[in-house]
């Protein structure tokens, strides 16, 4: 079993749709929880970063952390055809090997 | 501001090959890592470091060396090139490795074996 867990897609939404991106982890240990955002042939680039439980919000984006039952996820309200890439969830922790464990990302298509 | 440069973008070898993947940052960043991407997979870390000198092995090391002599570079140096090493490799740097700090990741160097 992955420590990490992301449905590839592709989700395929209309413009001005509601987004929901979802990832479900195994490891309890996990404390950060990052969503990289990563366009065709780029890098991934941080889009938002969660401490603990809880949400956090930033203009159109909102990540939510449910650490009871080990899903992250990410809602994107009024998207855009901008917004068309690969979301990679990516939690990590502070202890042992500090690098982030990347789930596999879902790619996610905004239709004008 | 140029931030983490792979080069190069695109390389085919055949099979036995060895080769050098380079990457370069400009930030001062302490921590350097290098991924490589697969269908299905995401991004699996193959080395890492923490500063020069210092190197780590990551999730999948086997065939891949790396060496850190100075802040800037950390190249990654493929021996006998295989056909399961076809993958897209990135190039990450933060400022000091903590999870809550940004990676900042180069655009990539796509290599296919053959």
């Known amino acids: 079993q992955k420590e990490v867990e992301q449905d590839p897609g592709p989700l395929s939404v209309p413009e001005g749709a509601i987004v929901s991106l979802n990832c479900t982890y195994s490891?309890?240990?996990?404390?950060?929880f990052m969503w990289y955002r990563q366009y065709s042939r780029k890098g991934p680039e941080l889009l938002m970063y969660?401490?603990?439980?809880g949400n956090k919000e930033d203009g159109r984006f909102t990540a939510q952390v449910d650490k009871s039952s080990k899903y992250i996820s990410l809602f994107i309200r009024d998207s855009q055809p901008s917004d068309s890439a690969t979301y990679l969830c990516?939690?990590?922790?502070?202890?042992?090997?500090?690098?982030?464990?990347f789930g596999s990302g879902t790619r996610l298509q905004v239709q004008p | 501001n140029a931030g983490v440069t792979q080069t190069p973008k695109f390389q085919v070898l055949k099979t036995g090959q060895s080769m050098t993947l380079q990457c370069a940052q400009d930030?001062?960043?302490?921590?350097m890592s290098w991924y490589r991407q697969d269908p299905g997979m995401g991004l699996r870390l193959i080395h890492y470091?923490?500063?020069?000198?210092?190197?780590d092995q990551g999730e999948v090391p086997n065939g891949y060396n790396v060496s850190r002599s100075t802040t800037e570079d950390f190249p990654l140096r493929l021996l006998s090139a295989a056909p399961s090493q076809t993958s897209v490799y990135f190039c990450?740097?933060?400022?000091?490795?903590?999870?809550?700090?940004?990676?900042?990741f180069g655009d990539g160097t796509r290599l296919s074996i053959l």
């Open positions: 990450a740097s933060s400022l000091t490795g903590a999870p809550n700090q940004p990676q900042h």
């Open positions: 490891n309890s240990a996990f404390q950060y």
């Open positions: 969660t401490y603990s439980s």
């Open positions: 990516a939690p990590g922790r502070d202890t042992g090997r500090r690098a982030l464990t």
């Open positions: 930030m001062n960043h302490e921590y």
């Open positions: 470091s923490v500063g020069a000198g210092i190197t």
